[in-house]
C-alpha cells in the first residue's frame, strides 16, 4: 500500500473522478478484508462488508478529512459494517477456511491459516494487538505499513507485535496448540 497514492486517490474521488476508487480499492482491499475477517468471523460475510465498504466510501466522500489518514477512515467505515452486520445477525459463526471459496486474489493469495490459533489470539490479546498480529500474518503487511494503517508509531507497532507473539506462545504452550 503506498499511503501517498491513497490520498491523492482519494483527493481525486472527492473532486468527482469516480475512476480513483478502483485505485482505492486495489490499494486498500487485502487491508481491508484482513481487518474484517476476524471480526465478522466468516469468508462471505468479510467479502460483502469489504464491497459495501467501498460503497459506502463512494457515498460519504464529502465527508473525508484530507488532513487524516485515509486508510484508518476506511478501516472505519469497514469496522462499523462489521460491528453493524454482527448486530444485525446475532449470531455467531466459526470461520471454516476448508469451506468452498471464492478463487479471487484476496483469497488465493492468503497462506493457510490455522483457525485455534486464531480464536485463541482473538480471546487473549487486545483488539489493536489482534489487528497488528492478523495484519502482519494474514494480510502480509510490514509493520511501517501497519504503523501507517493503524495511525501509531512504528516502534509501537513492533512492540506491541512481539509483545502478542509472547503472549500467544506462552497459551499455546498451555493449551498444548503446539505442532
Known sequence: MNLATLKKAMLSLKGGDISALETI????RRGVFTFVLPIVNNYQEAEDIMQSTYVRLYENIAQYDENKNPLNWI??????????DLVKTKR???CDFND???????VTNMPEIDTPIIDLANKILTEEEFHIVMLYVIGEYKHREIA????IPLGTVTWKYNNALKKLKVEIKKKGLEK
Open 25 to 28: 480499492y486495489e490499494e486498500t
Open 75 to 84: 478501516l472505519t467505515i469497514a469496522k462499523n459494517l462489521a460491528l453493524t
Open 92 to 94: 455467531e459463526t466459526s
Open 100 to 106: 468452498e471459496i471464492h478463487t479471487n486474489d484476496i
Open 148 to 151: 501507517e494503517i493503524l495511525s
